[in-house]
């Protein structure tokens, strides 16, 4: 006789407006381009910072940084489709990413928007993020709140937002950015799923030989996958940025130029 040990357990209603959400954008027509980006010298940059002043540089921010700088340079990267004839093509980058906040004892990642990322520098973008990990998780207790609708009027909001670029802009950001590295060690790429027309994900960073100036040495690279909506973004604009936003990074664009002055909460 076969004994069956398991456990029921609820199924979190904050988990609800993600699978609202990927059901509506699993009808968008996404391409992915997954790239190596050589991290070594703003990495250093980082820890040697740390070092000396005991401030820990937030990576991501520094990624975001350089994201709302190439994209700043080609608007149409952040361009959303209205009917069959327009396209609405916004000045701000306004950037989501998830911010891992505590609640209830337990780590939940919860959404922020970063508004008017290409207006502001690494430094700001850095200190408003470690606000906003301390900050009360306001966008939790909504996404609490929007799990116990029923699930037809979940997808109708996501279906409502996806066909308005302006509401769109004013809920979810126009610009996706989710880091899956942060949360294991070595090499690897995330495929996800979005309805944004750009979403860049960050993978994980492991040591790999590189050539520089003619050599063989060891470097740190990041695992990036950058992925575009294939109906408003073509292969050699995306082509283009893709190398725009690597240059950037690898050069620690806004990073490596730029004078600190540590922040008593930002260790």
């Not at 703003?42 to 990576?59: D, M, N, V, W, Y």
């Not at 695992?223 to 936003?245: E, K, M, N, W």
Request: hydrophobic share 40%; charged share 20%.
């Amino acid at each position: 006789m076969i004994k069956n040990n398991y456990e029921v357990v609820s199924f979190p209603k904050s988990r609800q407006p993600i699978v609202d959400y990927l059901a509506i954008a699993h009808s968008k027509h996404i391409v992915h381009a997954l790239i190596d980006v050589d991290v070594t010298s703003p990495r250093r940059f980082i820890q040697e910072h740390k070092a000396k002043t005991g401030e820990s540089l937030s990576f991501t921010a520094f990624i975001i940084s350089c994201l709302a700088q190439a994209i700043d340079e080609n608007k149409h990267l952040h361009a959303y489709r209205v009917g069959r004839n327009r396209l609405i093509v916004f000045d701000e980058v306004d950037i989501s990413t998830p911010i891992e906040r505590e609640v209830n004892g337990q780590r939940i990642g919860t959404p922020y928007l970063i508004r008017s990322a290409n207006k502001k520098s690494f430094p700001q973008i850095h200190r408003e993020i470690r606000t906003a990990q301390v900050e009360e998780a306001g966008a939790y207790k909504r996404m609490d709140w929007y799990g116990r609708l029923p699930n037809f009027i979940g997808r109708l909001f996501w279906r409502i937002l996806g066909q308005n670029p302006h509401l769109r802009k004013r809920y979810s950001g126009t610009v996706g950015v989710t880091a899956v590295g942060m949360f294991g060690t070595g090499a690897g790429w995330g495929i996800p799923t979005t309805d944004y027309t750009l979403l860049v994900t960050l993978g994980g960073i492991a040591e790999k030989p590189g050539v520089v100036e003619g050599q063989i040495v060891i470097r740190e690279y990041l695992s990036l996958t950058v992925s575009v909506d294939h109906d408003i973004i073509d292969g050699a604009p995306a082509a283009r940025f893709v190398q725009r936003l690597k240059e950037l990074v690898e050069n620690g664009a806004g990073l490596i130029d730029q004078e600190f002055v540590s922040a008593p909460n930002a260790a």
